[in-house]
């Protein structure tokens, strides 16, 4: 164990600069000379992404040892079951150490504000008490272990568009209700040893060095006492960073930027003070990392794999089912889509895991020895339709009655560093789809998809399941729902809209200002509100049994309220349900969302059993932030306590008084803003001068950076012109798949293209492995901003005075 106190009065100014950084892409930087070790990070959070070799800079594609698939969080959240997401984390957390790693980076809260963002299938919900209760689950599992986690990425990251640039511009109050809760849940009932701060800006400040996320609410308010480590590559001034709170910078800067911190410390820009916090914080890490008495479970691939079938069942949702399933095993099974035999279990980018070959659902197939017939259909890595491969699927579908369409997003369409650029199926598909329907086939269609679609066709489907990205054992969990040994069981942690043009963020998403203009009305917030019709509302999911809701009693308690009634299973099917509980406010002072998700469980019933289910409500499902007085309070009057099985299937309500908490005036909505009713809203969008009101500030429009005026945060996207800056932004695009091993994807070079423009100009010298220094980097801004000889110059130099490797 570490004596921290004598330790950082023996520690060096240097020496203290330099452990607050990465050695490699995963390592701090230990200090031999008091032997004070590194710890060890990789990437999570679905499984253990621990390179075969780490060395310096963003190795995103680095060739990974081979690790449990598990369910991505999009079908985690699914599952509304927090004891089998623990068990997830235990597995997690067994297998991390089993890897010699120390901190496994995840999981991920951030809301799902829009359908679209590309990362969605890494985060859990729209909505945060479900977010965040899963979060803990998770973080209680696998830190149990003795492995730490990484809550991320705080906060407010909810687009991948230029996600190290783009401001989330957002007011107070929708800022602590929605996009901070579910960290602020996971804190209060995980503690998780670190917690990973966003590339993005939050209100105009960047979230490495946002004091007021990082230290005034995180620390001051929720006792955070954990260490706080940078996205990779998210640092833009390190000393402002120390001084904000945030602890290690990921992954090394070559040292550049230790340099910076030491130097503000000697010119008294920066007191050591704050150094010395971040290096015993660090120290705090490092002795529960590498000195707890926490006593793991031995490592069990089998029970990992087990794990992870039991999360993929639960984790996949029947959305629609007019009576075809569940299938007959012994009746010849026409199945049509690539998926089926080439599966896809995961998203794109630095959460992939390298696994054993994974079994397809024609493999699942014939380890039961259940009789198919397979066509392939479409290509998944193309979006233009094969009348070759239409042709044959439409043959030898000719003598069926129902038809398994095995469909869903190609791998290209969910990935880090970029956004989904519509939420439809790529247009092979529905062109299969529309010809299988035209042949008189009842479809069923199984899904492959990190975050919704939209179905123009449902009306003409028969069954629709949706898998999420079920992780390496999917295939065995969708051959045992759509035969029927096991009920669905998972429901919706994310609205279905109709259309894109009905997400309520949609007019202000991928922008680098991002105005959150639609305030509390995300996901079914909104859509609730404004009685907005849905594909499929939050919550929502079937099964091949019934339930039956009774006997609701709500007894207020000093904290809240509890909440019974009794859940009976009356169908023919052992089952299991995730009951909800909303809760309506008065909405008199302030505006609020018609429902709010107050609480949830989820019960397992055996054919014919009833149980009596309670659920306790804390205060804060009576209370929203008051900006004036900086404090949840409760706003007195009338509660509709509801409890249903999603959020548009209402079975109970009551009633509750509660008395007010609020001191003076408070805050208070205009009668006539857009916010008191919601259904108002036009395709326009929020009128500014409710927005204005709600954000409490004007918002100065986004002007992209011209000649003169680009620096290091300014993405290889907004380089524009004929001049230099043009070329160099076209050659990074065009040659950005060519930093990848020669093994790489087609996927994954398409993801590096359309990442490219995204990247900051910081990126190139943080993420080099020293190849660029900040000299020859700052040489080259120089030079883009009309400087030209000045910069060139400047860039030469730096390259001779560059350190040799």
């Given at each position: ?316 949702i029947l959305l629609k089912n007019d009576g075809v399933l569940p299938l007959k095993k012994d009746e ?330 609020l001191i003076g005036e408070g805050t208070k909505t205009p009668e006539t803003s857009v916010y008191r ?10 009128p500014d001068a409710d927005w204005k009101a709600l954000l409490n500030r004007d918002v100065a429009p ?104």
């Open positions: 164990m570490l004596d921290i106190e004598k330790i950082i009065t023996e520690l060096t100014l240097e020496e203290k600069c330099s452990m607050l950084s990465g050695k490699s892409s995963w390592e701090n930087v230990p200090c031999d000379r008091l032997n004070i070790p590194s710890v060890w990070l990789a990437d999570g959070p679905h499984g253990v992404r621990m390179e075969e070799a780490s060395s310096g800079g963003l190795n995103l594609f680095t060739k990974s040892k081979i690790a449990t698939c598990f369910p991505t969080a999009s079908a985690m959240a699914s599952t509304w079951n927090t004891e089998l997401v623990k068990s997830v984390g235990e597995a997690l957390g067994a297998e991390a150490k089993n890897l010699e790693t120390n901190i496994l980076l995840g999981p991920g809260v951030n809301i799902k504000r829009h359908p679209l963002c590309g990362r969605n299938f890494e985060y859990f919900s729209e909505d945060p008490l479900l977010a965040g209760k899963i979060a803990a689950a998770y973080i209680n599992g696998v830190q149990s272990q003795g492995t730490g986690t990484s809550l991320k990425h705080y906060a407010a990251n909810s687009q991948e568009f230029c996600r190290h640039s783009s401001d989330s511009i957002i007011d107070e109050r929708t800022l602590r209700e929605l996009y901070l809760t579910a960290f602020e849940i996971a804190v209060a009932e995980g503690d998780p040893w670190t917690i990973m701060c966003c590339y993005n800006l939050v209100n105009g400040v960047q979230g490495s060095e946002n004091e007021y996320l990082l230290n005034d609410i995180l620390r001051e308010e929720w006792g955070y006492k954990g260490v706080v480590v940078s996205d990779w590559g998210a640092v833009y001034h390190r000393e402002k960073g120390v001084k904000a709170g945030l602890d290690l910078e990921m992954p090394n800067s070559n040292g550049e930027t230790d340099k910076e911190v030491e130097a503000a410390v000697k010119n008294g820009t920066l007191s050591e003070e704050f150094v010395d916090k971040c290096i015993k914080r660090l120290l705090n890490l490092i002795n529960r990392c590498l000195y707890n008495a926490i006593e793991s479970k031995p490592f069990s691939a089998e029970k990992s794999y087990e794990t992870a079938y039991k999360a993929a069942l639960e984790g996949a010849p099974v026409y199945i049509v889509g690539e998926f089926a035999k080439v599966p896809r279990i995961q998203g794109l980018g630095s959460s992939g895991v390298s696994t054993k070959p994974v079994a397809s659902l024609l493999d699942s197939l014939d380890a039961v020895d259940i009789p198919y017939l397979y066509s392939q259909g479409f290509e998944i890595d193309s979006e233009k339709t094969s009348n070759k491969l239409l042709g044959q699927a439409v043959t030898n579908t000719r003598d069926a009655k129902t038809v398994v369409f095995f469909g869903g997003l190609p791998p290209v369409y969910e990935a880090e560093g970029f956004d989904r650029y519509n939420m439809s199926l790529p247009q092979n598909q529905i062109t299969l789809i529309n010809a299988l329907i035209n042949a008189g086939k009842e479809i069923i269609l199984i899904l492959v998809n990190g975050s919704p679609v939209v179905l123009p066709f449902i009306d003409k489907l028969k069954a629709v399941l949706t898998l999420n990205l079920s992780g390496e054992k999917g295939s065995f969990a969708c051959r045992d729902l759509i035969f029927g040994d096991a009920s669905p069981s998972g429901k919706t942690a994310e609205t279905y809209p109709l259309a894109q043009s009905d997400v309520p963020s949609d007019l202000n998403f991928q922008t680098m200002h991002a105005e959150y203009k639609e305030g509390l009305f995300v996901g079914y917030r909104y859509y609730d509100s404004a009685n907005k019709p849905v594909l499929f509302p939050f919550g929502y999911g079937l099964s091949y049994t019934e339930f039956e809701y009774s006997d609701l009693l709500v007894i207020q308690t000093p904290k809240g309220a509890e909440v019974t009634f009794t859940l009976k299973n009356i169908g023919n099917y052992d089952g299991a349900e995730a009951a909800q509980i909303y809760v309506k406010a008065p909405g008199k002072r302030v505006y609020a969302p018609v429902h709010e998700l107050r609480g949830f469980t989820k019960v397992f019933l055996r054919q014919g059993e009833s149980k009596t289910v309670t659920v306790e409500l804390n205060s804060r499902a009576f209370e929203y932030y008051d900006t004036v007085q900086k404090a949840f309070v409760c706003e007195g009057g009338e509660y509709t306590i509801e409890v249903g099985t999603s959020s548009r299937n209402i079975k109970l309500t009551a009633a509750i008084e509660k008395e007010s908490t009713d919601i259904s108002k809203l036009t395709s326009a969008g929020v986004y002007k992209p950076p011209k000649k003169g005026e680009y620096d290091f945060n300014t993405s290889i996207g907004e380089l524009r012109g004929f001049g230099l800056a043009s070329i160099f932004r076209v050659i990074s695009v065009l040659s950005a798949p060519l930093v990848l091993p020669k093994d790489a994807t087609k996927a994954n070079k398409f993801m590096a293209r359309a990442a490219a423009p995204n990247m900051p100009l910081r990126q190139l010298y943080l993420g080099s492995k020293g190849v660029v220094s900040k000299g020859m980097l700052e040489g080259l801004i120089l030079a883009f901003n009309g400087h030209f000889f000045k910069g060139i110059s400047g860039l030469l130099k730096a390259m001779k005075n560059k350190p040799q490797k």
